[in-house]
């Protein structure tokens, strides 16, 4: 007895879908090894580009949030207010100090991430101490140490940041383009 299997009509199309956007994938591969490849042989330059365009991004965030106050009710109008100030501040620092603001922006989210990683470290050896399984306490013990090393030199990590998100685009824009030439592969025209 030789079983046949059948795609369902929702399998056929997922699978057209998936296979008729590999120029998309491709294009994500290329920006993911461009823009690793600048993090990791030009990390100053590249980091203040970035930085420059999250100024940039912050000061319109800002503006709108500020016109929010006007056209949308919903929201109440002093977080539209405050959210506004601090966005258009935050911009005007990063464009008015882009230099420094490419070293303070990493610091302060490498700050972040290891009070974050602390306070999920803590939560994780409570949990394993209610109950969780020795799986729980142990990752909590990984989250504190990472976060004690991210707090103890943030600016040094800070410094490791390009290079880590460039290894990261790089993995990334290689498995996309993987992706990209395998749904060329299966029999996707070109469009």
């Given at each position: 007895?030789?079983s046949?299997t059948?795609?369902?009509?929702?399998?056929?199309?997922?699978?057209?879908?998936?296979?008729?956007?590999?120029?998309?994938?491709?294009?994500?591969?290329?920006?993911?090894?461009?823009?690793?490849?600048?993090?990791?042989t030009?990390?100053?330059?590249?980091?203040?580009?970035?930085?420059?365009?999250?100024?940039?991004?912050?000061?319109i965030?800002?503006?709108?949030n500020?016109?929010?106050?006007?056209v949308?009710?919903?929201?109440?109008?002093?977080?539209?207010?405050?959210?506004?100030?601090?966005?258009?501040?935050?911009?005007?620092?990063?464009?008015?100090?882009?230099?420094?603001?490419?070293?303070?922006?990493?610091?302060?989210?490498?700050?972040?991430?290891?009070?974050?990683?602390?306070?999920?470290?803590?939560?994780?050896?409570?949990?394993?101490?209610?109950?969780?399984?020795?799986?729980?306490?142990?990752r909590?013990?990984?989250?504190?140490?990472?976060?004690?090393?991210l707090?103890?030199?943030?600016?040094?990590?800070?410094?490791?940041?390009p290079?880590?998100?460039?290894?990261?685009?790089?993995?990334?824009g290689?498995?996309?383009?993987?992706?990209?030439?395998?749904?060329?592969?299966r029999?996707?025209?070109?469009?």
């Amino acid at each position: 007895m030789t079983s046949t299997t059948s795609s369902t009509p929702i399998e056929k199309t997922s699978s057209r879908q998936k296979h008729s956007f590999w120029w998309l994938l491709l294009l994500q591969g290329l920006a993911g090894l461009i823009l690793g490849g600048l993090l990791i042989t030009e990390p100053g330059a590249t980091l203040i580009a970035i930085t420059t365009l999250l100024g940039f991004y912050w000061l319109i965030m800002g503006v709108l949030n500020l016109v929010q106050i006007f056209v949308d009710r919903s929201t109440p109008w002093i977080w539209s207010l405050l959210a506004g100030l601090v966005g258009i501040l935050a911009g005007l620092f990063v464009l008015q100090h882009p230099l420094l603001a490419a070293l303070t922006v990493p610091a302060l989210i490498v700050i972040i991430l290891g009070a974050q990683g602390v306070l999920m470290g803590l939560f994780e050896i409570l949990g394993g101490i209610r109950g969780g399984g020795v799986g729980a306490f142990v990752r909590g013990v990984i989250h504190i140490v990472i976060g004690a090393l991210l707090l103890s030199a943030p600016l040094m990590a800070a410094f490791a940041v390009p290079l880590v998100f460039g290894v990261l685009l790089l993995v990334q824009g290689v498995g996309l383009l993987v992706l990209a030439l395998v749904a060329v592969i299966r029999g996707e025209p070109a469009r």
